[in-house]
C-alpha cells in the first residue's frame, strides 16, 4: 500500500531556530514530491521535488530529495511566528488512483516569540 | 480567475438535510480535486475529474456523496442526508493537467447539527 510518513508530526521552536520536518514515502511508482504550507484552511503550495539532490529554496524554506532512501526534508531557518502552520507532504504517484497525490499527516509547527 | 475560489466558505446545516459545495478552479486546469478533512485529521481523498474522462470516485466514503463537474469548470460536490461526521473542512484543487501540481481552493468549513 503506497504511504507517505512524515516526522515529528508535531514541533514547538522558538523564533530564530531552525527547523527540519521530515518526510518518507513507499510508493509504486513515484512521479513527484510536492511540500505544502496549510494555515486555517487551505494548503498552499510550497515546493515540488522530482530529481535527487537538487536543494530547491524559496526565502528561509528549502527542500530537497533523495529518491534513493525516498525520503525529503523541508529546512526553514530562522524561524518566525508567521512560519506557524501545518507542513503537508504529499507524493504524486504515477499512474495511481485516489487523485494520485498521496498525503502525508502532517506536521505542526508552532514558533514561540 | 487568479486562484481557486469554493463556496460557501461555511456552511451550518441539520442533521438529514442535503448540502452542495461548489469549486470554481482555476481557468484552462483540466483536473480538479475533492478532499476532506475532519478536525485534527490529514487530507483525504474523495473523488476527482481529469477533462472528459469518467471521474475516479475511489474516494467517496458513502453514496450519499456524489460530485458533478461541467466540462472543465465548476464542480459541485453534493451531500445527501448529511451526518454528524460529515462535519468536516471540504478542499477543491485543480491543477493543468493530470499528474501536475495541485492548487487549492480556500475550502468550505461545514457543521452538521
Known amino acids: 500500500e503506497d504511504k507517505v510518513v512524515q516526522s515529528p508530526l508535531s514541533l514547538v521552536v522558538h523564533e530564530g531556530d531552525t527547523v527540519t520536518l521530515n518526510c518518507s514515502y513507499e510508493?509504486?511508482?513515484?512521479?513527484?514530491l510536492l511540500w505544502y504550507k496549510q494555515e486555517k484552511k487551505a494548503p498552499t503550495f510550497l515546493f515540488m521535488l522530482?530529481?535527487?539532490?537538487i536543494e530547491k529554496k524559496s526565502g528561509r524554506l528549502s527542500s530537497i530529495l533523495d529518491k534513493k532512501e525516498l525520503f525529503s526534508i523541508l529546512n526553514i531557518t530562522a524561524t518566525q511566528t508567521g512560519d506557524s502552520a501545518i507542513y503537508l507532504c504529499?507524493?504524486?504517484?504515477?499512474?495511481?488512483?485516489?487523485?494520485?497525490?498521496?498525503f502525508g499527516k502532517g506536521t505542526k509547527l508552532s514558533v514561540k516569540p | 480567475g487568479a486562484g481557486v475560489s469554493q463556496s460557501p466558505s461555511n456552511k451550518v446545516t441539520e442533521k438529514g438535510k442535503d448540502v452542495e459545495l461548489r469549486c470554481d478552479p482555476i481557468?484552462?486546469?483540466?483536473?480538479l480535486y475533492w478532499y476532506r478533512q475532519r478536525l485534527g485529521q490529514g487530507l483525504e481523498f474523495l473523488i476527482y475529474f481529469q477533462g472528459n474522462s469518467a471521474p475516479d470516485k475511489s474516494g467517496l466514503p458513502s453514496d450519499r456523496f456524489s460530485a458533478e463537474r461541467t466540462g472543465e469548470s465548476v464542480s459541485t460536490l453534493t451531500i445527501q442526508r448529511t451526518q454528524q461526521e460529515d462535519s468536516a473542512v471540504y478542499l477543491c484543487?485543480?491543477?493543468?493537467?493530470?499528474?501536475?501540481?495541485?492548487?487549492f481552493g480556500p475550502g468550505t468549513r461545514l457543521l452538521v447539527l
Open positions: 481557468s484552462g486546469h483540466t483536473a
Open positions: 510508493v509504486t511508482n513515484f512521479r513527484s
Open positions: 504529499a507524493v504524486v504517484n504515477r499512474g495511481g488512483s485516489q487523485g494520485n497525490l498521496i
Open positions: 522530482t530529481s535527487s539532490g
Open positions: 484543487a485543480s491543477s493543468i493537467a493530470w499528474q501536475e501540481t495541485q492548487y
